[in-house]
């Protein structure tokens, strides 16, 4: 049962949350502002980070509501023992025993008392503690939630990129194919120089270059309606976006494993928050039933009264200690209770620390496919380079009429290379978050 102290500080963390919330609500009239500001064309990656964290998103909304909740409860945590102080209006009539015959006399009286507890031998100290290491805790999943904001703008924005070169190497297919059935048709209509069966074979191709370069078109609207969206603008898709410079990320060498792990186990925002909620249990453990503990109170009283008496204090002063003799067994209870948190939660940073080393090697992996990759696609693009220039050498001397093919396919060697390159980038950015180190970017010179 609440005791009146938590019921009083109950009703102050209303009422600054609710403080809290208006101001929070006052912020937003300049998001509301800014949403009504459309989205520049052209946009750089850079504009976007930027405009994305000063829009905001669900998800850092929500750890921020944490965080205003775990501030809400250390604040609750430093008022538990507020002086309480109360009015008492006692309006009352007695008859003497003394005298059987005497009428009723107005003896009514009002009383004003303080109250405070002078020591809980540790109790307050300890629940502020553990409200600091939980707020501790939900600051750093904010700062989380940030970094993780501005990972899904970075891949949304290089997928804008990767769906437009694609719509152009599907759109180049399409129209080599169309070019292709055609002269065929031509050919059959007029001369009967081919076969039909060739014919139907051609148009068949074209059809099927025309369906892909109709989903590359969709796959173009659909990852700008992902990038609206991560930006907090879905009624704004972007139209132009220039291609960032990635170096920050695709210059680096190839990550360590041992070297980045040791990093992460120590730097981990979300790990980190774990084991502050684990100080927080293993605090709980170690003072499980500190609210059925020993008390020290003192009190003062102020009264007046209707009808003065000699027996009568009219001032009094307290101090008592109140020591708890029989509390059947809430505080085994408690402790039980405390013991299987405690036990979840090192569970929990177990697991936590586990799934850190799968996904870090999984990614220290992936740099490494991707620099073969990379390595791969530049050396497809400087064969397929070399071949445009002899194509074109041979149709200006009308030996060969490639040409149209070997362009569309330096196009698709380029977008190899650009896709292992931006997903270098985003794999980079993801070991930085596990890292717990700053998402910093910026195109400015």
């Known amino acids: 049962m609440l005791t009146r ?117 540790g109790r307050s100290r300890t629940l502020r503690s553990m409200a600091d290491t939980e707020l501790a805790g939900q600051r750093k999943l904010l700062e989380l939630s940030r970094h993780q904001n501005r990972l899904i703008v970075l891949e949304r924005f290089l997928d804008v990129l990767l769906a437009d070169r694609r719509y152009e190497i599907d759109n180049e297919e399409m129209t080599l194919s169309f070019t292709h059935y055609d002269r065929l048709r031509e050919k059959r209509q007029l001369f009967d120089e081919v ?38 603008k879905p009624e704004d898709l972007p139209r132009n976006l220039l291609q960032p410079d990635l170096s920050i990320w695709t210059d680096r060498d190839i990550p360590d494993y041992q070297q980045n792990l040791e990093t992460a186990l120590a730097s981990n925002p979300k790990l980190l928050a774990l084991k502050d909620a684990l100080s927080a249990a293993r605090q709980y453990a170690d003072n499980a039933g500190i609210n059925l503990g020993p008390r020290l ?22 101090v008592r200690l109140q020591i708890p003799l029989f509390n059947g067994k809430l505080k085994q209870l408690d402790q039980r209770r405390a013991n299987i948190d405690l036990l979840r939660a090192e569970l929990e940073v177990l697991n936590v620390e586990n799934a850190l080393r799968d996904e870090l090697f999984q990614l220290v992996r992936n740099v490494i496919v991707l620099n073969r990759e990379l390595e791969a696609a530049d050396s497809r693009e400087y064969f397929r380079d070399l071949y445009l220039d002899r194509s074109r050498t041979l149709y200006e001397l009308e030996v060969r009429t490639d040409l149209g093919d070997a362009q569309a396919k330096l196009l698709e060697a380029g977008w190899h290379a650009m896709r292992a390159q931006f997903s270098t980038a985003v794999t980079w950015a993801k070991i930085d978050m596990l890292s717990g180190k700053e998402f910093s970017y910026s195109d400015r010179p």
């Open 5 to 121: 102290s938590h019921r009083t500080s109950g009703i102050s963390g209303l009422i600054i949350f609710i403080w809290c919330s208006l101001s929070t609500g006052s912020g937003g009239h300049l998001n509301s502002a800014m949403a009504q500001d459309a989205l520049p064309d052209p946009l750089t990656l850079d504009t976007a980070l930027g405009f994305s964290e000063l829009m905001g998103s669900t998800s850092i909304a929500l750890a921020g509501s944490a965080v205003e909740m775990a501030e809400l409860e250390t604040e609750r945590a430093s008022r538990l023992n507020p002086a309480l102080v109360y009015l008492n209006l006692v309006p009352r009539a007695a008859k003497r025993t003394s005298n059987q015959a005497s009428d009723l006399f107005n003896d009514s009286f009002a009383r004003i008392s303080a109250n405070k507890i002078l020591y809980d031998f």
């Open 195 to 232: 076969s039909e069966i060739d014919v139907a074979e051609a148009d068949a191709a074209f059809r099927q270059a025309l369906a892909e370069r109709t989903e590359s078109e969709l796959q173009q609207q659909y990852t700008r309606l992902q990038l609206a969206i991560a930006l907090g």
């Open 297 to 318: 109170l003192g009190g003062v009283e102020l009264t007046e009264y209707a009808t003065v008496r000699a027996s009568r204090d009219d001032a009094r002063a307290t």
